[in-house]
Protein backbone atom coordinates (compact mmCIF):
# COMPACT_ATOMS: atom_id res chain seq x y z
CA UNK A 1 0.00 0.00 0.00
CA UNK A 2 1.20 3.26 -0.84
CA UNK A 3 1.50 5.68 1.90
CA UNK A 4 -0.38 8.69 1.77
CA UNK A 5 0.56 12.36 3.24
CA UNK A 6 -1.70 15.62 2.99
CA UNK A 7 -0.15 18.99 2.42
CA UNK A 8 -1.58 22.80 2.32
CA UNK A 9 -0.31 25.30 -0.14
CA UNK A 10 2.87 27.55 1.49
CA UNK A 11 2.34 31.30 1.32
CA UNK A 12 5.15 31.71 4.51
CA UNK A 13 8.36 32.50 2.77
CA UNK A 14 11.65 32.77 4.14
CA UNK A 15 13.02 33.55 7.45
CA UNK A 16 9.26 33.67 8.93
CA UNK A 17 9.67 29.51 7.89
CA UNK A 18 11.43 29.32 11.85
CA UNK A 19 8.35 29.87 13.22
CA UNK A 20 6.30 27.48 11.38
CA UNK A 21 9.20 24.77 12.02
CA UNK A 22 8.02 25.68 15.79
CA UNK A 23 4.62 25.27 15.59
CA UNK A 24 5.46 21.54 14.13
CA UNK A 25 4.70 22.58 10.48
CA UNK A 26 7.22 21.69 7.45
CA UNK A 27 7.93 24.16 4.37
CA UNK A 28 8.48 21.44 1.62
CA UNK A 29 8.60 22.43 -2.51
CA UNK A 30 7.08 20.21 -5.05
CA UNK A 31 8.35 19.98 -8.54
CA UNK A 32 9.07 17.31 -11.43
CA UNK A 33 8.62 17.61 -15.32
CA UNK A 34 5.20 18.81 -16.74
CA UNK A 35 4.08 20.19 -13.29
CA UNK A 36 4.57 23.36 -11.96
CA UNK A 37 6.51 24.07 -8.88
CA UNK A 38 4.36 24.87 -5.52
CA UNK A 39 5.11 25.70 -2.01
CA UNK A 40 3.41 23.58 0.60
CA UNK A 41 3.57 22.60 4.30
CA UNK A 42 2.76 19.27 5.58
CA UNK A 43 2.62 18.52 9.62
CA UNK A 44 6.01 17.14 10.92
CA UNK A 45 4.84 14.06 12.76
CA UNK A 46 2.78 12.95 9.00
CA UNK A 47 6.06 13.39 7.72
CA UNK A 48 7.84 11.41 10.25
CA UNK A 49 5.15 8.64 9.46
CA UNK A 50 5.83 8.46 5.97
CA UNK A 51 9.59 8.73 6.00
CA UNK A 52 9.22 5.61 7.97
CA UNK A 53 7.33 3.89 5.14
CA UNK A 54 8.36 5.00 2.12
CA UNK A 55 12.27 6.02 3.07
CA UNK A 56 13.76 8.00 -0.13
CA UNK A 57 13.21 5.43 -3.16
CA UNK A 58 9.26 4.46 -2.86
CA UNK A 59 6.52 6.48 -4.36
CA UNK A 60 4.36 8.51 -1.82
CA UNK A 61 0.86 9.58 -2.89
CA UNK A 62 0.91 13.59 -2.02
CA UNK A 63 -2.80 15.34 -1.42
CA UNK A 64 -2.55 18.81 -2.10
CA UNK A 65 -5.78 21.32 -0.83
CA UNK A 66 -7.30 22.88 -3.20
CA UNK A 67 -6.10 20.33 -6.30
CA UNK A 68 -8.05 17.95 -7.54
CA UNK A 69 -5.11 15.47 -8.55
CA UNK A 70 -2.97 13.61 -5.95
CA UNK A 71 0.68 13.31 -6.80
CA UNK A 72 2.81 10.53 -7.33
CA UNK A 73 6.07 11.73 -5.65
CA UNK A 74 9.64 10.84 -4.09
CA UNK A 75 11.15 12.67 -1.18
CA UNK A 76 13.89 14.48 -1.82
CA UNK A 77 16.48 15.90 -0.88
CA UNK A 78 15.92 15.73 3.25
CA UNK A 79 17.64 18.77 5.13
CA UNK A 80 18.01 17.84 8.99
CA UNK A 81 19.24 20.25 11.96
CA UNK A 82 22.64 18.28 12.29
CA UNK A 83 22.89 18.71 15.86
CA UNK A 84 19.11 17.29 16.96
CA UNK A 85 18.70 15.46 13.70
CA UNK A 86 14.95 17.44 13.02
CA UNK A 87 13.85 17.78 9.31
CA UNK A 88 14.10 21.61 8.75
CA UNK A 89 13.26 20.98 5.30
CA UNK A 90 12.99 19.02 2.14
CA UNK A 91 11.17 18.39 -1.22
CA UNK A 92 8.62 16.25 -2.58
CA UNK A 93 9.13 15.05 -6.59
CA UNK A 94 7.60 13.82 -8.84
CA UNK A 95 9.28 12.01 -11.22
CA UNK A 96 7.80 11.00 -15.08
CA UNK A 97 6.50 7.48 -14.41
CA UNK A 98 7.33 6.14 -17.57
CA UNK A 99 11.06 6.43 -17.49
CA UNK A 100 13.86 4.86 -15.02
CA UNK A 101 15.32 6.66 -12.42
CA UNK A 102 18.44 5.71 -9.82
CA UNK A 103 18.15 5.59 -6.17
CA UNK A 104 20.18 4.96 -3.15
CA UNK A 105 18.37 2.46 -1.40
CA UNK A 106 19.52 0.81 2.12
CA UNK A 107 20.19 -2.63 2.90
CA UNK A 108 18.82 -4.25 5.64
CA UNK A 109 21.45 -7.17 7.13
CA UNK A 110 18.49 -9.81 8.58
CA UNK A 111 18.78 -13.97 9.69
CA UNK A 112 21.50 -15.25 12.05
CA UNK A 113 25.29 -16.07 10.67
CA UNK A 114 26.29 -19.26 11.85
CA UNK A 115 30.00 -17.96 11.70
CA UNK A 116 29.27 -15.18 13.72
CA UNK A 117 27.17 -17.25 16.88
CA UNK A 118 29.71 -20.41 17.14
CA UNK A 119 32.81 -19.24 15.72
CA UNK A 120 32.60 -15.94 17.04
CA UNK A 121 33.72 -13.66 14.48
CA UNK A 122 32.59 -10.30 13.51
CA UNK A 123 30.19 -9.42 10.71
CA UNK A 124 32.08 -7.12 8.40
CA UNK A 125 29.64 -5.00 6.14
CA UNK A 126 31.19 -3.37 2.95
CA UNK A 127 28.26 -2.27 1.74
CA UNK A 128 25.29 -0.64 3.51
CA UNK A 129 23.05 0.85 0.50
CA UNK A 130 23.11 0.31 -2.89
CA UNK A 131 22.38 2.46 -6.36
CA UNK A 132 19.14 0.75 -7.96
CA UNK A 133 17.96 1.87 -11.56
CA UNK A 134 14.18 0.99 -12.00
CA UNK A 135 11.05 2.52 -12.92
CA UNK A 136 10.02 4.83 -10.07
CA UNK A 137 6.80 2.80 -9.33
CA UNK A 138 8.99 -0.47 -8.84
CA UNK A 139 11.70 0.51 -6.52
CA UNK A 140 11.81 -0.69 -3.16
CA UNK A 141 11.88 0.85 0.22
CA UNK A 142 15.09 -1.42 0.92
CA UNK A 143 16.98 -4.53 0.06
CA UNK A 144 17.03 -7.37 2.24
CA UNK A 145 20.24 -9.08 2.95
CA UNK A 146 19.85 -12.44 4.54
CA UNK A 147 23.18 -13.29 6.89
CA UNK A 148 22.67 -16.78 7.58
CA UNK A 149 24.65 -18.16 4.50
CA UNK A 150 27.78 -16.96 6.00
CA UNK A 151 28.12 -20.37 8.20
CA UNK A 152 32.13 -20.04 7.78
CA UNK A 153 34.65 -18.04 7.27
CA UNK A 154 35.36 -18.50 3.36
CA UNK A 155 31.24 -17.11 2.86
CA UNK A 156 30.56 -14.28 1.01
CA UNK A 157 27.66 -12.06 -0.03
CA UNK A 158 28.56 -10.71 -3.14
CA UNK A 159 26.38 -7.67 -5.18
CA UNK A 160 24.87 -10.69 -7.47
CA UNK A 161 23.38 -13.12 -4.64
CA UNK A 162 20.81 -10.21 -3.55
CA UNK A 163 17.56 -10.51 -4.35
CA UNK A 164 15.84 -7.67 -6.61
CA UNK A 165 12.19 -7.21 -7.78
CA UNK A 166 11.35 -7.41 -10.90
CA UNK A 167 12.53 -4.63 -13.00
CA UNK A 168 15.16 -3.42 -10.78
CA UNK A 169 19.05 -3.56 -11.70
CA UNK A 170 21.68 -3.04 -9.27
CA UNK A 171 24.48 -0.36 -10.80
CA UNK A 172 27.07 -2.21 -9.16
CA UNK A 173 29.40 -4.68 -10.00
CA UNK A 174 27.84 -8.29 -9.28
CA UNK A 175 31.21 -9.34 -7.85
CA UNK A 176 31.43 -6.44 -5.31
CA UNK A 177 31.60 -8.20 -1.49
CA UNK A 178 28.27 -7.04 0.48
CA UNK A 179 29.17 -8.85 3.45
CA UNK A 180 31.28 -11.63 4.97
CA UNK A 181 32.55 -12.52 8.72
CA UNK A 182 35.98 -12.53 9.50
CA UNK A 183 37.81 -14.27 12.81
CA UNK A 184 39.09 -12.14 15.72
CA UNK A 185 43.11 -12.70 14.54
CA UNK A 186 42.02 -11.47 11.04
CA UNK A 187 40.54 -7.99 12.51
CA UNK A 188 43.49 -7.66 14.26
CA UNK A 189 45.70 -7.84 11.33
CA UNK A 190 43.70 -5.21 9.33
CA UNK A 191 43.96 -2.79 12.47
CA UNK A 192 47.69 -3.15 12.57
CA UNK A 193 47.92 -3.07 8.47
CA UNK A 194 47.62 0.47 7.64
CA UNK A 195 50.27 1.66 9.91
CA UNK A 196 52.64 -0.95 8.89
CA UNK A 197 51.55 0.32 5.27
CA UNK A 198 52.63 4.18 6.43
CA UNK A 199 56.30 3.45 7.69
CA UNK A 200 56.92 1.07 4.80
CA UNK A 201 55.72 4.28 2.64
CA UNK A 202 58.07 7.08 4.78
CA UNK A 203 60.78 4.46 4.58
CA UNK A 204 60.44 4.12 0.69
CA UNK A 205 60.46 7.72 0.38
CA UNK A 206 63.39 8.31 2.15
CA UNK A 207 65.46 5.83 0.40
CA UNK A 208 64.44 7.78 -2.99
CA UNK A 209 65.49 10.65 -1.41
CA UNK A 210 68.78 9.43 -0.80
CA UNK A 211 69.22 7.47 -4.38
CA UNK A 212 68.58 10.89 -5.78
CA UNK A 213 71.21 12.63 -4.19
CA UNK A 214 73.58 9.93 -4.52
CA UNK A 215 72.85 10.24 -8.61
CA UNK A 216 73.21 14.05 -8.50
CA UNK A 217 76.15 13.95 -6.60
CA UNK A 218 77.49 11.36 -9.25
CA UNK A 219 76.90 13.29 -12.00
CA UNK A 220 78.75 16.64 -10.35
CA UNK A 221 75.72 18.42 -10.07
CA UNK A 222 75.06 18.23 -6.37
CA UNK A 223 76.02 21.85 -4.52
CA UNK A 224 79.55 22.57 -3.98
CA UNK A 225 80.05 23.09 -0.07
CA UNK A 226 82.05 25.56 1.24
CA UNK A 227 85.41 24.50 3.15
CA UNK A 228 85.05 24.69 6.72
CA UNK A 229 87.47 27.88 8.19
Known amino acids: MTPTINAKIRVVMGRKNAKMRESGVLPVVLYGPGIKNLNLS ?14 ASSLVTLNVEGEKESFRVLINDVTR ?23 MVPLVFTGESVAVKDLAGTLVKNISELTLKALPQKLPREINVDISKLATFDDTIIVGDLVLPEGVKALKN ?11 QKIEEELEKPIEEKVEDVAQVEKEKKDVVTEEEAEGKAPVKSAAK
Open 174 to 184: PEEIVALVVGA
Open 42 to 55: VLDTDFDATWKQAG
Open 81 to 103: DPLTGKVLHMDFYQPDLTKEIEA
